[in-house]
């Protein structure tokens, strides 16, 4: 009697679509926290004034009702975009503008250090 199925085992598109989620949501976050910094500063000052407001109404739990509503409003965003990219089957190795991801063995670059220009060219 087997007690493990190996078709279960063997089929990668369940491994494939988790790691693009996760690959998804680590660069959703970052761009998030990087580049939407403006939406960061926007959403802390509107949090700002709802626990100015809730103050009145709820004095003791205004901050965490906001801070945890604020929280969970941003893991959403980051979660369904994922799940949205990952499920219309887009590949993060497939976006360009997203070269650190496709791992180049040999990079078409080559590092030029501030000081080169003046110990490059002696010999020793």
């Not at 063997?10 to 998030?32: E, G, H, R, Y």
């Not at 500063?41 to 004095?59: D, E, K, N, Q």
């Not at 801070?67 to 990219?85: D, H, K, R």
Request: with cysteine.
């Amino acid at each position: 009697m087997q007690l493990v199925d190996r078709q279960n085992w063997s089929n990668k598109d369940s491994f494939t679509s988790l790691k693009s989620f996760l690959i998804w949501a680590l660069t959703l976050t970052v761009s998030f926290l990087v580049v939407g910094f403006p939406l960061v500063f926007l959403l802390a000052t509107i949090g700002v004034l709802m626990v100015i407001i809730l103050h009145s109404v709820i004095p003791a739990s205004a901050v965490l009702l906001v801070t945890g509503a604020l929280v969970i409003l941003n893991l959403l965003i980051v979660i369904l975009g994922a799940a949205i990219l990952t499920f219309k089957g887009i590949n993060p190795t497939e976006i360009a503008w997203l070269s650190w991801l496709h791992g180049d063995a040999e990079p078409s670059y080559e590092s030029r250090y501030a000081s080169c220009p003046l110990t490059c060219s002696l010999n020793q």
